[in-house]
């Protein structure tokens, strides 16, 4: 059984900064691109960024320039540096992991920045 944790989530202020982490456990082959996706309230899930196994990165516009994605292959896990944190960018955050036959989510973190 696969199990995707995230953690590192919680209440900064506007301008503050957070580093979100994901660990992949279980019975896992061939992970591919490994990422973070979000959902505000009242909002559709939307992808923030993205790791390939070699490193390739995506970034959301609204992200690029102030979030940091990176990945420990060794350790299946994923990290997403977050800087400059504003209210716009309070939202649950699911991590995902993609092998060829599934993608797989985790339950997701709350990040909340208060103004």
């Known amino acids: 059984q696969v199990q995707v944790a995230e953690s590192g989530g919680g209440l900064v202020q506007a301008g503050g900064s957070l580093r979100l982490s994901c660990a992949v456990s279980?019975?896992?082959?061939?992970?591919?691109?490994m990422g973070w996706s979000r959902q505000a309230p009242g909002k559709q899930r939307e992808l923030v960024a993205t790791?390939?196994?070699?490193?390739?990165?995506y970034y959301a516009v609204s992200v690029k320039g102030r979030f940091t994605i990176s990945r420990d292959n060794a350790k299946n896990s994923v990290y997403l540096q977050m800087n400059d944190l504003n209210p716009e960018d309070t939202a649950v955050y699911y991590c995902?992991?993609?092998?060829?036959?599934?993608?797989?989510w985790g339950q997701g973190t709350q990040v909340t920045v208060s103004s």
């Open positions: 279980g019975s896992i082959y061939n992970l591919n691109d």
């Open positions: 995902h992991a993609q092998t060829p036959v599934y993608k797989y």
């Open positions: 790791i390939s196994r070699g490193g390739s990165t």
